[in-house]
Nanobody, 115 residues
Framework: VQLVESGGGLVQPGGSLRLSCAASGFTFKWYYMNWYRQAPGKERELVATISNTGSSTSYPNSVKGRFTISRDNAKNTVYLQMNSLKPEDTAVYYC?????????WGQGTQVTVSS
């Protein structure tokens, strides 16, 4: 299983970024996918989940209405569109999948929101 995130960077408050996670080594279209983030000194936080077909998504209140998760099962890729970014969104963002009770993680991509 391999998960490779990309798309992070430095953005000003109010700006947007789109993260991508390319997945391989498993049947992508069968599994829910998640995005997490971890800020310095804080616990890892779930920020978005998408069902295997993409028909269902969920978000915590902290990002609801600003972040959108989507997927392309033909490309084995999951995305996280982040709008209206705030300094408190600064974190390393990770792609995640759970297969047979085991969690797999990408290497993460840094998102920094600062003026």
């Amino acid at each position: 299983v391999q998960l490779v995130e990309s798309g992070g960077g430095l953005v000003q408050p109010g700006g947007s970024l789109r993260l991508s996670c390319a997945a391989s080594g498993f049947t992508f279209k069968w599994y829910y996918m998640n995005w997490y983030r971890q800020a310095p000194g804080k616990e890892r936080e779930l920020v978005a989940t998408i069902s295997n077909t993409g028909s269902s998504t969920s978000y915590p209140n902290s990002v609801k209405g600003r972040f959108t998760i989507s997927r392309d099962n033909a490309k084995n890729t999951v995305y996280l569109q982040m709008n209206s970014l705030k300094p408190e969104d600064t974190a390393v963002y990770y792609c995640n999948v759970v297969l047979s009770g085991r969690a797999y993680w990408g290497q993460g991509t840094q998102v920094t929101v600062s003026s």
